[in-house]
T-cell receptor, first 114, second 115 residues
Framework: DGGITQSPKYLFRKEGQNVTLSCEQN?????MYWYRQDPGQGLRLIYY???????QKGDIAEGYSVSREKKESFPLTVTSAQKNPTAFYLC?????????????FGQGTRLTVV | AQSVTQLGSHVSVSEGALVLLRCNYS??????LFWYVQYPNQGLQLLLK??????LVKGINGFEAEFKKSETSFHLTKPSAHMSDAAEYFC?????????????FGAGTRLAVHP
């Protein structure tokens, strides 16, 4: 089936650890995005990528890193520098990076610091 | 910069009643606007979008929204609520005009539907 796969669905992180969230898509979309969702705050953009080997910081990039080595994959690493990482993380893609194009979302990864 | 305000973080309606979820935007250019729905612990699903064609936009599951430039609004409506409509709804405006499509989201409105 075509779609966006995020894994794992639930992730627990200890203080000081880096963790990586996976996002894979088979929609052949060029643009990929990572959003963070906190209760009552909507979604905030962490990083985005328009093409392979290129990515840009979003509004809340501090404490996060990404890579885009393949068109299908856009993993997000939550580093120990991110002081409040507990949140719901959503990966999205869009077929064209133009304003009238909707984004398609994965099912999300819920990260909890323990 | 674009922004989105959703009035009412929680809305409660009876089954069969009208659903009205409010969204106001600010944008320095003609906007592209979207409504998404999110069920618990899931991703977002597109309900409908406005891209400057018709001002009344029909979406999935019986929802529609009307773009009113004079009021800078894009409210979401459904004539008759169903229990399955209970979810969180997000309004978003696109900041992209080329290059990339950055969506700016409102804080969301949680819709409860009671019998």
């Amino acid at each position: 089936d075509g779609g966006i796969t995020q894994s794992p669905k639930y992730l627990f992180r200890k203080e000081g650890q880096n963790v990586t969230l996976s996002c894979e898509q088979n929609l052949n979309h060029d643009a990929m995005y990572w959003y963070r969702q906190d209760p009552g705050q909507g979604l905030r953009l962490i990083y985005y990528s328009q093409i392979v080997n290129d990515f840009q910081k979003g509004d809340i990039a501090e404490g996060y890193s990404v890579s885009r080595e393949k068109k299908e994959s856009f993993p997000l690493t939550v580093t120990s520098a991110q002081k409040n990482p507990t949140a719901f993380y959503l990966c999205a893609t869009s077929g064209r990076a133009t304003g009238d194009t909707e984004a398609f979302f994965g099912q999300g990864t819920r990260l909890t610091v323990v | 910069a674009q922004s989105v305000t959703q009035l009412g973080s929680h809305v409660s309606v009876s089954e069969g009643a009208l659903v009205l979820l409010r969204c106001n935007y600010s944008s320095s250019v003609p906007p592209y606007l979207f409504w998404y729905v999110q069920y618990p612990n899931q991703g977002l699903q597109l309900l409908l979008k406005y891209t400057s064609a018709a001002t009344l936009v029909k979406g999935i599951n019986g929802f529609e929204a009307e773009f009113k430039k004079s009021e800078t609004s894009f409210h979401l409506t459904k004539p008759s609520a169903h229990m399955s409509d209970a979810a969180e709804y997000f309004c978003a405006v696109s900041e992209g005009r080329g290059g990339y499509n950055k969506l700016i989201f409102g804080a969301g409105t949680r819709l409860a539907v009671h019998p």
